[in-house]
C-alpha cells in the first residue's frame, strides 16, 4: 500500500489539514429491494482525542510526503515515509491505481496538473499540465476531487466542475472531451456530489458513469458570507463513456443530496448514503441531513431505478465516509462540520461513531439464497484472463448465478477513489453431492483479460445468487 499525505494553508471551506492519497490496500437479475428490509446496525462509539491530538492534523512536514505500508508475516512492518515523494503539494487530489500499478495524482488546490507515483524518471517527476482543471476553475474553486475513473480502454475518464474529458495520460493527449452535463451545475468539491463507474460486464467493451447530487452555482459562497443555504441538487447523469457520440441521460433521486457516498454494492447495485439537503461541503456550511439511504439498480428502467432505504439517526455531513465491507454491509464514520472537534453547543456536533448499514440483501427472508464459498486461501493469486473455479453451498439456487469482484475504495470527501466493479466470465455450474447428501456447487471464472479492466492489487470476489452475494472471499491479481 502506497499512501501521501499532504498540506496546505487554509482554503475552500477545507480544514488546512492532511488528504491521503491512497495506491491500494488491503448483473444478473436483481433481487427487488423493497422486498427484503435493510437494516441499520448498533453505533460504535469511539473514544475523543486529547486537545493536542486535535489540532495536530495539520501535520508539520507532509506537504510532499508520501508514506508506503508493505504487509509482512511478522507483525513488525510498518510505515515508511518518503519526503519529498511528490512533485508538488497536493490538497484535494484525486488518485487512480494506473495498468501498471502506479498511481496518477491529479489536481489539487492551486495544482492544475498530474504526476505518477512511483516516479521511474526524471521526466515523470515532473507535474503535467491539464488544461481541464484551468477552465474548470470558478470562483468557489468547484474542480477539486475531480472524478477520475479508468476507462476499459487505458485511458483516464476526468470529470471536473461540470465536464469531462478522456485523457491519455502516456501522451497528455485529449482523447475526446465529453458533453457538459445537463444545466451545467457543478459538482466537485466543494459543491461535492460523487461519481462511480457502473459495473463493467465480462467483455469489457462497455463503461457507463454515473455522477449523482451536489449543489448550484454560488452554495459555498452564499453559505460562507450570508449564512443561507441553498437546495442541494437533485439529479444524477449518466453517460456511456465508450459511445462514439456520448450525451448525458438526467435522472431524478427521490431526495437532493450534496456530500452523499456512493459506493457500489458487491451485486452491481449502487447505494448513495450520508450528506445534506442544503448546503455545501465546508466548515458549518450545510444543513438539513439527509438519512435516508437510496439504492439505485443501473439495470432496472428508466424511473424505477432508486429505491429509498431505512433511516438512520445520525447526520453524516462534511467528513463522513462509507466503505464495503467483505460480508456486505456497509461501515459508515464520521461527521465533522468544525474547524476543531465540537461535541456540545453546536447544531450538528462532532461524530465519533461508527454504524454498519445492512442493504436487503442481508435480511433474514432471504438467507436461503445466500452463497457461502468454500475456500482454504486467502489471498487467492489470480492472474490476467486466467481460468479458476469457486465451490460453494446454498440452500436455494437460482437460474442466474455471476461471480463479481470489488476493488476495495478509499472514500473521502465525497469520492470512492479506486471503485470499480467487474462482473466475471463464468461457465454453467455444476453440482456435487456429498456423503452426507448435501449439496456442493461449482463454477467456472475467468479472471479479468487485463489490467485495463482491473489494475493490479486486491479485489473482493462474490458470488451472486439473484442478487443475493456470498461474503467475498480476498484475492490478488498482477
Not at 508506503?68 to 508475516?73: A, M, N
Not at 449518466?238 to 441521460?249: A, N
Request: charged share 20%; net charge positive.
Amino acid at each position: 500500500m502506497v499512501e501521501a499525505t499532504v498540506e496546505d494553508g487554509p482554503g475552500t471551506g477545507a480544514e488546512g489539514g492532511e488528504e491521503v492519497v491512497t495506491e491500494a490496500i488491503l448483473w444478473a437479475r436483481q433481487w427487488e429491494l423493497s422486498q427484503p428490509k435493510a437494516l441499520w446496525g448498533r453505533q460504535l462509539p469511539l473514544s475523543r482525542p486529547k486537545s493536542e491530538e486535535v489540532e495536530g492534523y495539520a501535520g508539520t512536514g507532509a506537504k510532499r510526503a508520501v508514506r508506503k505500508f508493505i504487509p509482512c508475516d511478522n507483525g513488525r512492518c510498518d510505515w515508511n515515509e518518503i519526503n519529498p515523494g511528490l512533485a508538488v503539494r497536493r490538497w484535494y487530489a484525486t488518485n487512480q491505481i494506473l495498468p501498471d500499478g502506479r498511481a496518477i495524482i491529479v489536481g489539487g488546490r492551486r495544482q492544475f496538473n498530474y504526476e505518477f507515483y512511483p516516479k521511474s524518471d526524471f521526466t515523470s517527476s515532473k507535474p503535467i499540465s491539464l488544461r481541464l482543471l484551468v477552465k474548470t476553475r470558478d470562483k468557489e474553486e468547484n474542480n477539486l476531487y475531480p472524478f477520475v475513473h479508468l476507462n476499459v480502454d487505458g485511458n483516464l475518464f476526468i470529470f471536473s466542475n461540470n465536464r469531462a474529458i478522456l485523457l491519455d495520460y502516456k501522451k497528455n493527449v485529449v482523447v475526446r472531451s465529453y458533453p457538459v452535463l445537463t444545466n451545467g451545475e457543478p459538482r466537485n468539491y466543494p459543491s461535492s456530489g460523487s461519481s462511480v463507474l457502473l459495473p463493467l460486464n465480462p467483455s469489457g467493451s462497455e463503461a457507463e458513469v454515473l455522477v449523482c447530487g451536489g449543489a448550484p452555482k454560488g452554495s459555498f459562497n452564499n453559505a460562507q458570507t450570508q449564512k443561507t443555504y441553498f437546495g442541494a441538487l437533485n439529479t444524477c447523469g449518466r453517460i456511456k463513456i465508450t459511445d462514439k457520440s456520448p450525451s448525458w441521460s438526467t435522472e431524478t433521486m427521490p431526495m437532493a443530496r450534496v456530500m452523499g457516498d456512493m459506493l457500489l454494492l458487491p451485486n452491481g447495485q449502487v447505494l448513495i448514503i450520508n450528506g445534506a439537503g442544503a448546503g455545501t461541503a465546508g466548515w458549518e456550511n450545510a444543513r438539513e441531513p439527509v438519512l435516508r439511504p437510496v439504492i439505485y439498480n443501473p439495470d432496472a428502467s428508466p424511473g424505477a431505478r432508486f429505491h429509498v432505504q431505512s433511516s438512520s439517526r445520525t447526520p453524516r455531513l462534511y467528513h463522513s465516509s462509507a466503505i464495503v465491507l467483505r460480508d456486505g454491509r456497509v461501515l459508515v464514520g464520521g461527521s465533522n462540520p468544525h474547524i476543531y472537534y465540537n461535541f456540545t453547543g453546536v447544531r450538528y456536533p462532532t461524530e465519533l461513531s461508527l454504524e454498519s448499514f445492512s442493504p436487503g440483501y442481508l435480511d433474514s427472508g432471504v438467507s436461503g439464497y445466500r452463497p457461502v464459498i468454500l475456500s482454504s486461501m486467502s489471498p487467492l493469486n489470480l492472474s490476467y484472463n486466467n481460468k479458476f473455479s469457486l465451490r460453494f453451498t446454498m440452500k436455494v439456487l437460482s437460474d442466474v448465478i455471476t461471480v463479481t469482484m470489488l476493488a476495495p475504495s478509499f472514500t473521502t470527501h465525497s469520492f470512492s477513489m479506486n471503485q470499480r466493479l467487474l462482473v466475471l466470465r463464468t461457465t454453467n455450474v455444476t453440482v456435487t453431492v456429498t456423503g452426507s447428501g448435501s449439496k456442493v456447487y461449482e463454477i467456472g471464472v475467468t479472471a479479468p483479460l487485463t489490467s485495463a479492466l482491473a489494475p493490479p492489487g486486491y479485489y473482493m470476489v462474490f458470488v451472486v445468487n439473484e442478487g443475493i452475494p456470498s461474503e467475498g472471499i480476498w484475492v490478488h491479481i498482477q
